[in-house]
């Protein structure tokens, strides 16, 4: 079989082609594969789960009552997501309560701060 002149440039200029748009679309083009992927929607999902999770953590927190509130404020900021575990404010995340735990003792000091800047004084 006999192919034309040009033929092996134009097959080149393909493979090369292919190639360039596929360095581009990986490091600009926002390509991912699968794996990629994957792992972005997991922890989509999980930050979902703790977004939908930590009102109802909140919730507990502030019906546990001042006192509670406040040995968890004076609790040390490393030991704060076991505390909100023990006392079973973020119960029914399943395995995403410490991640629950963690965002619900912020939110819970925050809470705390702001309260305490509307008292009258």
């Known amino acids: 079989?006999?192919?034309?002149?040009?033929?092996k440039y134009g097959?080149?200029?393909l493979a090369g082609g292919a190639a360039l748009a596929m360095i581009v679309?990986?490091?600009w083009g926002g390509w991912v594969t699968?794996?990629?992927a994957e792992a972005m929607a997991a922890k989509r999902a999980e930050a979902a789960v703790v977004l939908s999770y930590v009102p109802v953590c909140v919730g507990n927190a502030q019906s546990?009552?001042?006192?509670?509130?406040a040995e968890?404020?004076?609790t040390n900021s490393y030991s704060r997501d076991d505390y909100v575990m023990?006392?079973?404010w973020a119960d029914g995340a399943g395995?995403?309560?410490?991640?629950?735990?963690?965002?619900?003792?912020?939110?819970?000091?925050?809470?705390?701060?702001?309260?305490?800047?509307?008292?009258?004084?």
């Open 1 to 7: 079989m006999h192919l034309p002149e040009g033929t």
């Open 11 to 13: 097959v080149w200029g």
């Open 25 to 27: 679309g990986f490091a």
């Open 34 to 36: 699968g794996s990629s």
């Open 64 to 69: 546990a009552g001042a006192v509670k509130l």
């Open 72 to 74: 968890l404020k004076a």
């Open 86 to 88: 023990t006392a079973g």
């Open 95 to 121: 395995d995403y309560s410490r991640a629950v735990a963690r965002e619900c003792a912020s939110k819970a000091i925050d809470g705390m701060a702001v309260t305490d800047r509307l008292k009258p004084g």
